[in-house]
Nanobody, 124 residues
Framework: QVHLVESGGGLVQAGGSLRLSCAAS????????MGWFRQAPGKERELVGA????????YYADSVKGRFIISRDNAKNTVYLQMNSLIPDDTAVYYC?????????????????WGQGTQVTVSS
């Protein structure tokens, strides 16, 4: 079992930055691929970024490439999402998720563990 807790959300003006953190407890953190997803009102949950267990492989949604960076610190059992150049369309609840196995995953149904989510609101 893996327990995930997100933090770092909030209200920011367009063009600003936020860093989300997700602290994991439970099994060996490096044995889990991690992902950040988001869900805006009235929209489906979508992948924002994914990272392999060792951190060497990352994937990003086209809408955030060049603006967001996913990273992890396995010594601290934490995954991060650095969000830069934020735009109002980035407004959503952001979820951290874990998938068993070290290979980075891009589909939501491959993730078996989820955090409670953190709200990010970008004002224009």
């Amino acid at each position: 079992q893996v327990h995930l807790v997100e933090s770092g959300g909030g209200l920011v003006q367009a063009g600003g930055s936020l860093r989300l953190s997700c602290a994991a407890s439970g099994r060996t953190f490096s044995n889990y691929a991690m992902g950040w997803f988001r869900q805006a009102p009235g929209k489906e949950r979508e992948l924002v970024g994914a990272i392999s267990g060792a951190g060497g492989i990352t994937y990003y949604a086209d809408s955030v490439k060049g603006r967001f960076i996913i990273s992890r610190d396995n010594a601290k059992n934490t995954v991060y999402l650095q969000m830069n150049s934020l735009i109002p369309d980035d407004t959503a609840v952001y979820y951290c998720a874990a998938a068993s196995g070290r290979t980075a995953r891009r589909t939501m149904n491959e993730y078996g563990y989820w955090g409670q989510g953190t709200q990010v609101t970008v004002s224009s």
